[in-house]
Each structure stands twice: as C-alpha cells, then as structure tokens.
C-alpha cells in the first residue's frame, strides 16, 4: 500500500509543530521543562533560541513545521520508491 505523500507530508509537519509548540509553552510555565529538547532545537536551526519567550516558542514552531514537511516529503517518497521497486 502506496503512502499519500501529501497526507504524510501534513502529518509530520503537524507533530513536529506540535511537539515543539507544546515543550516550548510548558517550558515558559514550568522552569526547566523540556529543556534538553529545546536545546536540540536551538542547535538544528539556525536563529533559534531556547530561550522561555513566546516569540521564541513561535520561531521555533515555524522551524519544525518546515523541517516535518521536509522529513515526511522524503520518507513518504523513499517509502513509495522502494514499494514500487518491489513489485
């Protein structure tokens, strides 16, 4: 079974924005939370910075959105090259 790429596209893009949006608003409240990951974050893209400020958070969310749409682009077209190799 193929993978719709613009679905998968989507859904990737989504929880990428999601998880960092969720981390990035915790971690305003509740100090210390997520931290690691937003200091992952901060090293991946460039002009972002784990700082616990809601343009920060905001950036941050705009990176992983484009970085999950790129990363579900390639895995769903990989996926279905490699389905199609097989028949």
Known sequence: MRLSIKA???TCAIF?????????IV?????GYGWMVLQMAS?????YDAKATFGS???G?????????VFGLIFAWLYNLFLGKKR
């Open 16 to 24: 990428m924005a999601a998880v960092v949006f969720i981390v990035g």
């Open 43 to 47: 090293s991946i893209y460039p002009g």
């Open 57 to 59: 958070v905001i950036i």
């Open 27 to 31: 971690n305003i409240y509740v100090e």
């Open 8 to 10: 998968f596209i989507l």
């Open 61 to 69: 969310t705009g990176y992983a959105l484009v970085d999950g749409a």
